[in-house]
């Protein structure tokens, strides 16, 4: 199970860091990663890691702004935000999924997800 935390209110500009802890014997054998979903649009990738943590990939609305790290022993995978913007808010969701050759944001559909973490951006 993936257990999202770290949303809040924060303003233009500011930074957050979303965390994401895994129970379970298989988080360092899933490649991870967050995806978000505003209010009245789809549900949209912002970015991932491979289960080594040797390769991430990035939303481009997100690149310069955003990474993402993980650490397996602790079996957590965080995203930190910064410079966000009013257009960054919305339901942060972190996922994870076993097929390790293909990259997550390319998958139809992903085995694992945790409950959101909702991320507020005032103007």
């Known amino acids: 199970q993936l257990q999202a935390s770290g949303g809040g209110l924060v303003q233009a500009g500011g930074s957050l860091r979303l965390s994401c802890a895994a129970s379970g014997h298989t988080f360092s054998t899933l490649n991870t990663g967050w995806f978000r979903q505003a209010p009245g649009k789809e549900r949209e990738f912002v970015g991932s890691i491979t289960w080594s943590g040797e390769s991430t990939d990035l939303a481009d609305s997100v690149k310069g702004r955003f990474t993402i790290s993980r650490d397996n022993a602790k079996k957590t995978v965080a995203l930190q935000m910064n410079s966000l913007k009013p257009e960054d808010a919305a339901v942060y969701y972190c996922?994870?999924?076993?097929?390790?050759?293909?990259?997550?944001?390319?998958?139809?559909?992903?085995?694992?997800w945790g409950q959101g973490t909702l991320v507020t951006v005032s103007s």
């Open positions: 996922a994870g999924d076993p097929r390790l050759l293909s990259p997550l944001r390319s998958l139809p559909t992903i085995k694992y």
